[in-house]
Every structure is written in C-alpha cells, then in structure tokens.
C-alpha cells in the first residue's frame, strides 16, 4: 500500500528551527516530483517548495525562499524540508505530495501524506 509519512513537527520559539521528513512506501519514489504544503484553519492549501523527481529545479514560496531548503533522498524514499529562522506566519499543518513525473500527463497520479503540525511562537 502506498504511503508517505510526514513527522518532525512540533512547537518551536520565533527564529528557531524545524526539520520535517516525508517517508515515502509503496511506489517508485524516484519517479516522483516532491512538493510541500502548508494549511491553516479557513485558508487554501499552499505551496511551500518543490523538487523534480531528482531533487533538483527546487521551486519556493517567496515568503519561504532562503530560509526553508527542501530535498529529496532517493536512497532512502525519504524528502526533507529543512526550516530555518521560522516565523510565527508559519505556523501551519505540512503535508508532503508525491507527483509522479515519469510521463506527461494533465492529471498525473499523486499521493499526500497525512500533515505535521508546526507552530511558531513568538
């Protein structure tokens, strides 16, 4: 059965850090486009960074961008969103996507993990 696990959450102060990991099982992960997103309570999902199937053509939100650094871990089905200098802002559930890249499609077949909880206080 396919499945990628999101942990590493959890409460940090303002200008601290945070190292979340997505397992990933079930699938050909080196196939797989990897993208993580944020959401909190009465907003739309959002877009935090992106990698292709190699880990690399990284993508960031702009709020985001030289503070958070993701990358992919094909040896180990394993990708990471390393979170540095967080902001009270981003305090959100991170969910990890797995996109397969391995054919041009309009809707290619992805998969979400179930989110990590990281809260930021100031």
């Known amino acids: 059965q396919v499945q990628l696990v999101e942990s590493g959450g959890g409460l940090v102060q303002a200008g601290g850090s945070l190292r979340l990991s997505c397992a990933a099982s079930?699938?050909?992960?080196?196939?797989?486009?990897m993208t993580w997103y944020r959401q909190v309570p009465g907003k739309e999902r959002e877009l935090v960074a992106s990698?292709?199937?190699?880990?690399?053509?990284?993508n960031y939100e702009d709020s985001v961008k030289g503070r958070f650094t993701i990358s992919k871990d094909n040896a180990k089905n394993t990708v990471y969103l390393q979170m540095n200098n967080l902001k009270p802002e981003d305090t959100a559930v991170y969910y990890c996507?797995?996109?397969?890249?391995?054919?041009?499609?309009?809707?290619?077949?992805?998969?979400w993990g179930q989110g990590t909880q990281v809260t930021v206080s100031s």
């Open positions: 990698c292709d199937s190699a880990g690399g053509s990284t």
């Open positions: 996507n797995a996109r397969d890249s391995s054919y041009v499609s309009m809707n290619p077949r992805s998969y």
């Open positions: 079930g699938f050909t992960f080196s196939n797989y486009a």
